[in-house]
Each structure stands twice: as C-alpha cells, then as structure tokens.
T-cell receptor, first 116, second 113 residues
Framework: SQTIHQWPATLVQPVGSPLSLECTVEGTSNPNLYWYRQAAGRGLQLLFYSVGIGQISSEVPQNLSASRPQDRQFILSSKKLLLSDSGFYLC???????????????FGPGTRLTVT | AQSVTQPDIHITVSEGASLELRCNYSYGATPYLFWYVQSPGQGLQLLLKYFSGDTLVQGIKGFEAEFKRSQSSFNLRKPSVHWSDAAEYFCAVGAEYGNKLVFGAGTILRVKS
C-alpha cells in the first residue's frame, strides 16, 4: 500500500531564515505530487504541483520554491522566510492521469510552520 | 474555470441527528467529485468520490453523497452523527485533466451532546 511522509511535523523559524520541508511517497511510481498551504482560518491553497522529476508548476507567485529531485521526493524551500509564510503545509500525491480512473489525492500528515 | 462553493462555514448538530453538508460546483463536463475530512492538526482523509454511474455514492465512516447534475450539487449526508465526526469537511472537483483538484473553502462541523 502507498504511504506518504512529511517532515518535520512542526517547525518554528525566525523571519529571514531558510526553509526546507520534505515529502516522500512509498508504494507507487511516477506520482503527481502537490504542496498546499492552509493559513489559519482559511482553506487549502495549492502552491506547487509536479507531474515528473524536475517538472514543477507554480500556482501562486510567492516567497517559496519547490523541487523534485527524485521520483517520489518533493521538497518545499524558501531562502528567507516571511511572517506570512506561517501555516500548515500539506503534501499530497495522486496517480498520474494517464494511469488513473479517478483523480483523488492522498494527503500527508502535514507540517506546522510558525515564523516568529 | 472550475470552482466549488460550500455555503456553510460552520454547522452545529446534535449527536445522533442527521447531517447534510452542501457543495455546489461549476464544471463544464462530467465532474469528478470528492469529499475529504480533516481533523485538527492532521492531513485530509478521503471520504468518498464520484466519477460516473450511480449518483448516490457510499463512503467510509457511514457517509454518503448524492450527485445531482441538474443542481450542480454533491451534498454529503450522514443519518446519525457521532461526536467523533466533529472536523472540517472539504468538497473538491477534479480539474486540468486530472492534474489538479479545486477545493471548496470547507465547512466546520461541531457536534453537541
């Protein structure tokens, strides 16, 4: 069966510091991968998605970047954090559309980021 | 462009009462529709999905949803709510040929004893 891991689970970082959040998926190949953010009291905001190694689509211009160095690894980064980067970050995966009947996404446990 | 509207931000129901959470979508073709649940501090869990066939779909934890094309709706129901159902619920529609989901803003369910 497939599992998705995110780490760290919680993170407190000062303004201006760098960020690296990691997501890995097990039990599947060539997944689509996604990064979402939930700010307090707000819904899900899609930040990036990837359909393959090195292929990143950015949904919202911002202080963050994403990379996919391996098939089942997705990394969210920032060079200098802002207060507004605080939130709950969720990674998700789905089967690529060419292989899937439906397009559901499966989510990781999330990372709580607090920028102070 | 696809969109999802969840008209109710908060809903409070008594334990044992029935529940209906509303979801309306905008999509040009036959939609792929989903309901997810999120407990505080956790990721989203898929409750159920619709993509074709029977318009009444059964999911986990005793939930069901009905797809009504004429009303562009996909409402989530449960006949008897348990205290453990208190969570936030998200409706979503597939977009961009399956590469993306568009989520509603969510409905927070509170269960009172």
């Amino acid at each position: 069966s497939q599992t998705i891991h995110q780490w760290p689970a919680t993170l407190v970082q000062p303004v201006g510091s760098p960020l690296s959040l990691e997501c890995t998926v097990e039990g599947t190949s060539n997944p689509n991968l996604y990064w979402y953010r939930q700010a307090a009291g707000r819904g899900l905001q899609l930040l990036f998605y990837s359909v393959g190694i090195g292929q990143i689509s950015s949904e919202v211009p911002q202080n963050l970047s994403a990379s996919r160095p391996q098939d089942r690894q997705f990394i969210l980064s920032s060079k200098k954090l802002l207060l507004s980067d605080s939130g709950f970050y969720l990674c998700a995966w789905s089967s690529p559309p060419r292989l899937a009947v439906t397009y559901e996404q499966y989510f990781g446990p999330g990372t709580r980021l607090t920028v102070t | 462009a696809q969109s999802v509207t969840q008209p109710d931000i908060h809903i409070t129901v008594s334990e044992g009462a029935s529940l209906e959470l509303r979801c309306n979508y905008s999509y040009g073709a036959t939609p792929y529709l989903f309901w997810y649940v999120q407990s505080p501090g956790q990721g989203l869990q898929l409750l159920l999905k619709y993509f074709s066939g029977d318009t009444l779909v059964q999911g986990i934890k005793g939930f069901e949803a009905e797809f009504k094309r004429s009303q562009s709706s996909f409402n989530l129901r449960k006949p008897s709510v348990h205290w453990s159902d208190a969570a936030e619920y998200f409706c979503a529609v597939g977009a961009e040929y399956g590469n993306k989901l568009v989520f509603g803003a969510g409905t927070i369910l509170r269960v009172k004893s």
